[in-house]
């Protein structure tokens, strides 16, 4: 036999190919004992027309010289190059590898149905029960080959599953399966979660070093702007000694339970020889931590007031054991257990003392009364503020069924609660990963509410059919509704909605119901009796079909599918409103067409109408359709108390702070696109003036003057050094045809004061002119967008866009009246004026344009219509300062018809109501209305149904990862590289379908955080 000394870098000096000869011939092996370096190009020349089963002495991936890292990926080269062979391929596993440990290569996931869940209806989600494949199982099975299958793709939601069930593996275990031998130096490295430290330890160096680490971090405090903000390191007590010790959790037992049952388990590692790993020779074991499942079950404990006496899990553990107090509320008992590792840590091998993947679990003792577990206690809702406490009843009542059994201490607690009485528990179990999936919300639909039918929800439909159909074509959305509320209304003398205790709270839920029913009905009254009501209503579903499409439509294009028509994406789909969104509209009309109306001019009892959807429930539809509708009105209406309709800002929409997203800025866009072709159209009616929307934000985002938007355009088109302006390239697509703008190809033109009109123009880009807003077809104007200040006070955009911070200007810029229709003057060239304008009265014919005067010009129209979003943000020390501002809003957006006061109307979106009346009041002095109000239940009210969490209607499914004892950053890289890795495992098992979890987003508290992350 000839052996070849490979040398330490590949090939040297050898002739690889020559070398395959020799091997291919059976009478040569190498030595790789030296190879530091192996490129694959030349392991491709070395093993070329090889196969592992044959070669695979001469291969020498068996033989010990070779270094792991190059096994694997002579495996893999080998594996690849066969993979093209169409007979069955088999590769024998090599007791030598894989000796690096692999996510989930141990594991193979089985998809069992399971009961437990902490809620009833979702008995029917199957959860992968993890299990270690045959081939790690035991010794024998190894030697068998393994065939490579073809995979069945599973769906998304299956998908979804098994990266669920990988992460669990990654930070909680046991990964290799209850059995498993964990080749790492500790195995409190190895697990992020579920580990409980014995009490009596000593600190390990490291750890001092971390809690050393998390001191510097307080020291670089400072430079504290908001952004920056605080993070909870600078709170948290230095690291020793926060690994936990125990774990527990309190729950309630019904007065006639006897006695409880408590299981509890862990896996305990001792350090043994491997009997699947071994050491480069291959045959010597290697040491490895070995995992062995210890589980307990204690005799009855009978509930007697008092401390329960410690019982001791396993015998070979006697300082692992359960303790707890029973204590008597009313007939009832409260009862608290902990699972405690009050071991002492040994000098050496410490994990031993360590408990891994604690759980504890309890039941009733007698199997003939399972359900024993209630409600927890809960400390009755202040009476004496009689809102707070209505408040608490109605979400008492909606959750009625979602009962808390049991507080965890220091972990999750799951339930399992009896199928058709979903106030009783029969198990309650600790969780150290606590899972829950948000339901999913959709609208109904005629198959859900077969009242429905009839209503017509085409915005192309609405838009086109005569005028005089348009409360016959809505109809039976009152008559659905009504219907519902009678339904409603019938189960709550009925005893089996379980509503016995909470009659005055549905009886008012029901109330607020009836009270939406007659505004919508009162909306669709107006259509019937205003022209000019009905002509702005079909002017908004016109306007709001074109946005829908064309939103799809440029962002098809601005993602390259080049071929894509607008024909295409015109379809029923794509411009049909949501019940509700409809609804909220018609609600509204009245007040907003209605200056008079006391919904809107009350001076203390006006209302605020609140919407309340989950995000990406469509509630950006719902305003835009309401500003829609309030810019037309406006057009029609004409001139009111000597105030023209025709220009200044008719809505106000107000972000938080940065909470505005480029998307939501080109949809509305895209709707004044919409209301600007219509206009084209028909100048007569809709007036000369052209809509525009305008952006008002912080000077950081867009230019404060038009010079500094000069200056900016010059640096893009590399004639000026950068500043540190905002920009006016606000918008990176048109968002009526998806073309490019790039202000280097001159999209973008100023026009200055002194030379010009002053004015900052976005072109379309499209080359061939056939969009609307290209210079050619819209000289003067391009894209109705102004996002200079500047230029926003003299040209009055109908929709203003702002974040609520801006209006901090108020006090320091006079020239903001005029966004409230305060103007005396208008300046051919310039646009409107104020007192507070820096303009002269008169220019001479210059630079290509005529001579211009100052012409007087009465106020204008205020705004109608005030859009506040995520209202629930602003609270706290932000509230405060906004609820002051507002006075002075309101005031300003105030102004006098036929003696009475007419106020703006406000409405808002929120995420959570909780307290939204005493803030509503507090911020608008107004009282809240709630939409969609809510029903007797949570699952339900009328307008948005929650389905099942289900393959079918997957929710938003949560993780909880808590961390104690770890570095933030440390758990957070943990988390991150848990989730990256399962899911491209995910990818390379099952491909493109996998791509949606390849992409992992990270949110920060502050600033700090980010940045202490990325060190
Ligand atoms: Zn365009
Ligand atoms: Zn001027």
Redesign the pocket.
Known sequence: MNIIQLPSILPGDLDLAAINQQLRSGDTQLDWSAVVSAPDRELAVLFADMNIDTHAEAIGAEDSTMSESIVERVIKLLTKKTKKSPKIITKPVNKTFPAVWKQDSFIDNEYLPIQDRDNPAQTNLIKPQPKISPKYATKETQSEPETIKVLKIPSLYQIRQELEQSIFNDLLGPAGGEEEEVDELRVSDRYLVGLLAPQNRKVRPDELEESREQMDDLAVSGQGTTEDGTTETNIVPPADKMFPSSLGMTFCVSATTKALQVSASWGQYERVESKITFKDDGTTPKTVWKRQPIKGTSPPIILNPGTIPHWTIHPDYPNVFISGQIRRQGEDWIVTLFLVNAQQEPERLVDRAWLFQPEMSVQSAEPSNPGIFIQRFHRRANKIDPVVFAEAQAMAMIYRNQVEFAVGHGVGVRSVVIPDKPEYATRLSTQIIPTYEVPQTNAPTVEDLPKLAGLVLDMQQLAEADITLLPQMLASLITAYEHWITEQTARINDSASGLEDYQDTAQVAMDNCKQTLARIQKGIELLASDAKAAEAFQFMNRAMWQQRIHSIY?EQKRQGQQEVELADVDTRKNRTWRPFQVAFILLNLPSITDLEHPDRCHPTNAIADLLWFPTGGGKTEAYLGLTAYTIALRRLQGVIAGRSGESGVAVLMRYTLRLLTLQQFQRATALICACEEIRRQDEAKWGKEPFRIGLWVGQKTTPNRTEQSEEVLKQKLGQYQPTSSGSPHQLTN??????KIDPGKQHIKVDSFAKGQGRTLTY???ALG?????QKNSPTEG?PVVVVDEEIYRRLPTLLIATVDKFAQMPWNGQVQMLFGQVDGYCQRHGYRSPETDDSNSHPGRYGLPAATTLPKNPLRPPDLIIQDELHLISGPLGTLVGLYETAVDSLASWEVNGTLVRPKVIASTATIRQASDQVHNLFLRQVQVFPPQGLDVEDNFFSRQNLPSEEHPGRRYLGICATGRRLKAALIRVYVATLAASQHLYEKYGEIADPWMTLVGYFNSMRELGGTRR
């Open positions: 440029s048109c968002p009526w045809c998806g073309t379309c880009g499209d056939r969009c609307l807003f290209t894209l």
